[in-house]
C-alpha cells in the first residue's frame, strides 16, 4: 500500500511517514508479531530468540518510556507484557536502542523510519519476524482520530486508499467525527468535500459540484488520483447526486471539465432553440438548433453520450450555477461564464441561438438593439410632434422582451436597464402631449397648476432625461435611439418652460398678498408651523435641490423605513399630494433662501438668515419657540460621530425648531459632482442621512426642502450676453427670455430679464446653474416626513405613521405620474408576454375588469386600496400551488435548514401572489410580493424578506425564486418549483 501504478500511470502516494503510533496501535502490531512467530513455530520452525519489535513509524513516543499492554495469545486468554519503546531515527540509534539493558522488560519497541534495506540482515534478524513491522493505515488513523472502533467494511481492498486520504487531510484540516466509531459512509463524506473543494464534512451537492470546475488546480489535482480513489469517488457522488455528476464526469474524461458549465449553458440554450413546438418558435432556426445540438455532443462526449433528461438537468443546474454568481456579486466570474459559452455557441456555427437567449450578454444586446429601433420608429424622422400613444406598442413589447431577459437590472447592468425604463417612460409621457399642446390633458389653466405639474410631471421628465443622457451603452442602435429622444425631450420641455414661466410671470407680477400660493417667504408658515402644532419640526435646507433630485431623495427616505411622507389635504377633502412653493426672482440662494428662513421678503447671507429664522420662530404668530439654525461647516465631527454632540441634542428636544443648510447640492453645479452619474441618495448628500436619523429617534417630523433648483449644463448651453449673473440680467428680454417684475424681483430695482430656457447663460461655463425661471429652477420642491412607529405582527415587523391632522400620508400611487410604471392605457402592448412587470408598484396585483370590456379607465392612479387577487386555481384537488408546495416533505426539509425563515403559510401566499400574475416566470415588484406574503413594507426589509424565502425555495441553488431588475422584482420560475417540490416530494 505504500505506493501503486496505475495503466494510466497515476500513483497512489504513500502515506506521510506513517505518523505517530498510539499504545493502542503499539499493542495491536506487537500482538501480530507474535503470534506470526507462533504460527511460524508451529510450523516446525526453530523458535527465534528475537523480543524486540522494529515499527516504521514517526521516532517519537510522546507516552512514558515503559508501559503494560495486554496481548491475547492463541488460547483465548489474555497476558500482560512490559514493553519499552525508544525511537531511532539512523542505523546508529538503533544500534544504540537494541544494546541498552532491557532485562526489566519484555519487549522492546523501536520506532523507525528507516526502510528493511537501510539494516541489513544482522539487524534485522534482533528483530520479531526479521522485518519493519508496517501499522495498518486504519490502526494508525484511528489513533489519530481517538475513536474507539473502525468499521469493519472500511478493511476492504478496494477502499485501502481511503485510509491514506483521510490522514493527507487532517494533515492540513482540522475535523472531528459526532461518534466514537469511524463509518464508512462518515469516512466517504469527508473524502468526497476534500477531494471537491469543500471543508472536511462539509455537504457536497451540485452546485458545489460545478464551483469546484472553476478551480483548474483541484480539477487537475483529481485527474492525478490512483484510480481506486477516483472511481471509488465519482460512485459515490453520482449515487448521491444523480445526473449532474454523471454528465459532469464524462465530460472530465473527455477534457472538458473547466468548460463544464459554460458547455451546460450552451446544451441548455441550443437545446431550448431547438424545440419546434415553442409559441414563437421559428421552424428552420429549431432545426439548426438540432443540428448544432447534435454537433456538440459530438464534441464534447464522443460515443459516450448522456441521456437527453441526464443534459437537460445538466443544463439547469449550469444556469442555476450562472445566476448564483450573478446574484453573489461575482461580476467577473459570471462575465467570463458568459462570454466562453457564446465563445462554443460561435464555434457551433450557433450565433442565432446566443442572440436570442434570455441569459446570455448576445440575447440582452439583440434586445436592446430592437428596443432602440421601436423608440427610433416611435419617434418618426421629421422630429415634428410627438409620438401618438398606439406608436407605443411595439416599444412597450420591445421593452417587456428586455425585462423577461434574466441579465437585465443585474449589478453590472443597473445604467443600462434604468436608461431602457426611462426611455420608455419619456415616450410615453410624449405620446399623451401634442404639437400645440405639449402636455396634453393635463395642461394646466392657472400658475398654481404649472407648479405642481412641475411636481408630479416635469420633475420626472427631468429624473428620465437625466437617466438616458448619462447612459454610456455599446449597442449603437439604443445610445442613437437615446440620443434621438433626449434632444426630442429638450425640444419639448422648452416648450412647456415656455408656457409655464408665461403662466407663473403673469402671476409674479400681479398677484394679492393675501393670494395662497406656496412660495419661498411662507413655506415655513403654511408648511412647517403646522406641524409644530404637535412637535416642533427639523426643517432642512438643501441649496438648490430641484424636483428631479428631490423625488430621488424622497423614495430613499421612504424606502429606509423609519420616515414615511405626508402631504397636506385639500380643503374639503381627504386627498393629499406632494407639492411645490415658488422660488424668488432672481432664483438665488441670497434671494429665496435669505426669504424662506426669515418668513418674508428678504436678500442676505447666513447672518441675516439665522438672525431672522430665530425671530420668526420666536415671534407670537410662530408660537414664541426657540429656534436653532445650522449650516454645514457647524456638522463637521471628528471620526466615529454622525452629529456634533450640540446639534444631537438641540435634535433631542423636540420644543426646539432645529433648521439646517446644507450645500451638497449646490456646490455640485459649479464643481462638479464626484461620479458621472445621475442618481441621487441619501448618503450622497453631507450629513442628510444622519439628521434624519436623529430626527426619526427623537419622533420630530422633517420638512426637507430648497431654497431653489437648477439646471444642467450638458454642452448645450451658449453665452448669448455677459450678464451680472449667469441666469439673470438687466435690460431688453430676447428669444428665451422674460422680463420679470413686482414685488418678488429682488434685483434689478424690481425688474430682470431672466431666460426660461436652460440653454441660455449670460457668464463663463460651469456644471449647472440656477437664477433663472425655468421650472427646474423656479420650483420648490417640498417633502415631508413623519417617523414610523414600529408595531410588532405575529411574523415579523412592519411601521405605520400617524399622519397629523390635516395631513394624509403619501404613497407611490399619490406622488408617481401614472405614465411612470404602467404602459398608456390605450397600447394594448402591456400584454406583451406573460411576464407582468409593475414597476414601484405598491399595490396588489389585479384584473382590471374595465380593461377587459373595453371601458376608458382614469389616468390617474387611485390611493385606495385595491382588492386581493382571487386565489390562484389549484393544479390538483382544491389545494393552491402555495399549499402543494408547502405540503412537501422536500419543502419541509428544507425550511427546517433555514434558519430564521418566513412561515411556511407567507411562503405560501407569496408563491399563490406570483401564480396568479401568469405565464412560466411570473414577476412582481418587491414591495407588492412581500405584501401578499405579509411580509414587511420598507423596500430594504422586503427585500430581505424575500431572500429568505428564496433560500427555502432555492434547494441546491437552483432558481426557482429570483430577485431582479437590481433587487426591484421578484421572479419565479414555476417549472423549477413544481420539478423541485411537487415531484414525488408530497409529504
Known sequence: ???????????????????????????????????????????????????????????????????????????????????????????????????GNHEDV??????????????????????????????????????????????????????????????????????????????????????????????????????????????????????????DEREDLRREVEENLGAVPRVLFKLLDRG??????????????????????RPDGDRDAARAAQHALIRAQERYFGANQPQAGELREFGNACTASLVRLLDGAEEDHADETVRRTEELLFQLDAAPVAQASRLLDAGLHTRLAELGRQITLALGEDGRGGPLPQ????????????????????????????????????????????????LGATTPATARGWIQVHVQETGW???????????????????????????????????????????????????????????????????????????????????????????????????????????????????GAREGALATVPSITNCSRASLLTGELATG???????????????????????????QRDLEVGAGLHLPARVQEDIDDTETVVGVVLNTIDDALSRGREADQATWSTKQVGKLGSLLDAAARAGRPVVLTSDHGHVWDRGQ??????????????????????????????????????????????????????????????????????????????????GHATAPQGWQRLGPAEVEPVWWSQPLESTPAADSGPHTRCDDFTGSVTRDPRKEKGANTPKRRQGKKQAQPEQTPALFGDQTLGAQVIDT????????????????????????????????????????????????????????????VGKVLNVEAYPVLTLTDGDRSVELNTALLQQQFLRGGRA
Open 391 to 438: 406608436d407605443l406598442r411595439e416599444v412597450e413589447r420591445a421593452l417587456g422582451l428586455l425585462r423577461d431577459h434574466r441579465r437585465h437590472g443585474s449589478r453590472d447592468k443597473q445604467e443600462q436597464a434604468s436608461a431602457a425604463t426611462n426611455a420608455v417612460r419619456l415616450l410615453r409621457r410624449l405620446a399623451l402631449g401634442s404639437s400645440d399642446r405639449p
Open 1 to 99: 500500500m505504500n505506493s501503486a501504478t496505475t495503466r494510466e500511470g497515476a500513483s497512489r502516494p504513500t502515506a506521510p511517514a506513517l505518523g505517530r503510533v498510539s499504545a493502542e496501535s503499539l499493542a495491536g502490531a506487537l500482538e501480530r508479531a507474535l503470534d506470526a512467530e507462533a504460527r511460524r513455530v508451529a510450523k516446525g520452525h526453530p523458535r527465534s530468540g528475537a523480543t524486540a519489535l522494529a515499527l516504521s513509524a514517526a521516532p517519537h513516543w510522546d507516552g512514558p518510556d515503559t508501559l503494560t499492554v495486554q496481548i491475547e495469545t492463541g488460547q483465548g486468554t489474555n497476558e500482560r507484557r512490559t514493553v519499552r519503546v525508544v525511537g531511532a531515527d539512523s542505523v546508529l540509534t538503533l544500534v544504540h536502542a537494541l544494546s
Open 461 to 575: 421628465v427631468d429624473r428620465a432625461a437625466s437617466a438616458i443622457w448619462h447612459h454610456h451603452g455599446d449597442v449603437p442602435a439604443f445610445v442613437q435611439a437615446l440620443s434621438t429622444l433626449y434632444t426630442r425631450v429638450r425640444a419639448w420641455r422648452a416648450r412647456v418652460d415656455a408656457a409655464f414661466a408665461t403662466a407663473v410671470n403673469r402671476w409674479n407680477s400681479g398677484h394679492a398678498p393675501t393670494d395662497t400660493q406656496l412660495r419661498a417667504e411662507n413655506l415655513l408658515s403654511r408648511v412647517a408651523l403646522p406641524l409644530a402644532q404637535d412637535q416642533a419640526p427639523l426643517v432642512i435646507v438643501l441649496d438648490g435641490m430641484s424636483v428631479e433630485v428631490a423625488v430621488q431623495l424622497a423614495e430613499d427616505v421612504n424606502g429606509g423605513g423609519r420616515l414615511a411622507e405626508v402631504g397636506r389635504t385639500a380643503k374639503g377633502t381627504q386627498t
Open 106 to 227: 519484555d519487549h522492546v519497541v523501536v520506532l523507525t523510519p528507516l526502510d528493511p534495506a537501510d539494516l541489513g540482515e544482522a539487524l534485522l534478524g534482533r528483530f520479531l519476524g526479521e522485518e519493519v513491522v508496517r501499522l495498518d493505515d486504519w490502526e494508525l488513523l484511528r489513533g489519530e482520530l481517538k475513536v474507539t472502533r473502525i468499521d469493519p467494511r472500511l478493511y476492504s481492498g478496494r477502499l485501502s486508499w481511503l485510509a491514506d486520504t483521510l490522514r493527507e487531510v487532517r494533515a492540513t484540516h482540522q475535523f472531528k467525527l459526532g461518534t466514537g466509531v469511524l463509518k464508512l459512509e462518515q469516512a466517504l463524506s469527508i473524502a468526497v468535500s476534500a477531494r471537491f473543494g469543500r471543508k472536511p464534512g462539509e455537504q457536497v451537492d451540485s452546485a458545489a459540484l460545478l464551483d469546484w470546475t472553476r478551480n483548474p488546480a483541484s480539477v487537475s489535482a483529481f485527474t492525478r488520483l490512483h484510480e
Open 605 to 631: 447671507k447666513q447672518d441675516r438668515e439665522r438672525s431672522g429664522f430665530t425671530a420668526l420662530w420666536k415671534s407670537t404668530a410662530f408660537g414664541q419657540r426657540r429656534a436653532v439654525l445650522y449650516y
Open 717 to 798: 448651453a451658449t453665452k448669448t450676453v455677459s450678464g451680472e449673473s449667469a441666469r439673470y440680467r438687466v435690460g431688453e428680454p430676447g428669444d428665451g427670455e422674460i422680463l420679470a417684475s413686482g414685488d418678488r424681483v429682488l434685483f434689478g430695482d424690481g425688474t430682470l430679464v431672466v431666460p426660461y430656457r436652460e440653454d441660455i447663460r449670460y457668464t463663463d461655463r460651469k456644471d449647472g446653474y440656477h437664477g433663472g425661471f425655468s421650472a427646474a429652477e423656479m420650483v420648490i420642491p417640498v417633502l415631508v416626513f413623519v417617523p414610523v412607529e414600529a408595531a410588532r405582527r405575529g411574523s415579523g415587523e412592519s
Open 256 to 277: 472538458h471539465a473547466l468548460d463544464a458549465v459554460p458547455i451546460g449553458l450552451t446544451l441548455s440554450e441550443l437545446d431550448e432553440a431547438a424545440q419546434e413546438d
Open 889 to 948: 416533505s422536500v419543502f419541509k426539509a428544507s425550511l427546517s435548514r433555514v434558519g430564521r425563515a418566513p412561515a411556511a403559510e407567507e411562503i405560501a401566499a407569496l408563491v399563490d401572489a406570483l401564480a396568479a400574475v401568469g405565464g412560466g416566470n411570473p414577476r412582481l415588484p418587491v414591495g407588492a410580493a412581500s405584501r401578499a406574503a405579509n411580509g414587511p413594507q420598507s423596500h430594504p426589509r422586503a427585500v430581505r424578506f424575500l431572500k429568505m
